[in-house]
């Protein structure tokens, strides 16, 4: 196993790079085929999410649309509980089919707020894609319509996801060891 170097903590790899894409084309082939001739519109919670909903879309084969909204929730390792809405959605959404595209859902917090928030803006539909899911870290039962992994409740970084805004360059996704 790889072991790295993040500011003051060692992670170890535990997904590699292909096997997150190989999920990735799976979710978005999965996706196409749902939201076929519906047009939707992808909305990626940053800054985590970035790199997963690059390669997200790039292999979505249906029109659609981006846009991004920022909610942060975390403080250096931990969830806080709260969630500060840092940048808002800039799309008209009444009558689209969205879809929230999340790096990860623990506590289910997050997305709960962002689906309640956006149900006000009359979509057509709201849709939850996540890169990965921690079912045993999870306080508020929320829909996930499109998952790419389930994952332990371990701290984790890479592929877009930091540690205190760090580590997100990193190709694979390693686990605090």
Do not use: W
Not at 111 to 138: F, G, W, Y
Request: with cysteine; aromatic share 6%.
């Amino acid at each position: 196993m790889t072991k790295i170097q993040v500011k003051d903590k060692c992670f170890a790899v535990s997904i590699p790079e292909a096997e997150i894409l190989r999920q990735v084309r799976r979710v978005a082939s999965d996706i196409s085929r749902d939201l076929e001739g519906k047009e939707p519109l992808f909305l990626p919670v940053l800054n985590g999410a970035f790199m997963f909903a690059a390669d997200l879309v790039r292999n979505v084969t249906i029109p659609c649309e981006v846009s991004f909204i920022k909610l942060a929730s975390y403080a250096g390792m931990h969830t806080t509980g709260t969630i500060r809405e840092v940048i808002g959605l800039a799309k008209d959404i009444t009558g689209r089919h969205v879809v929230i595209v999340e790096d990860v859902i623990d506590s289910g917090i997050t997305i709960a707020h962002m689906i309640e928030t956006l149900r006000q803006h009359n979509p057509a539909s709201i849709s939850v894609c996540a890169l990965l899911v921690k079912p045993d870290a999870l306080k508020v039962q929320v829909p996930v319509d499109y998952c790419c992994m389930e994952i332990p409740n371990d701290f984790i970084v890479g592929y877009g996801l930091d540690y205190d805004g760090y580590g997100r360059n990193l190709k694979d996704i390693y686990t605090l060891a």
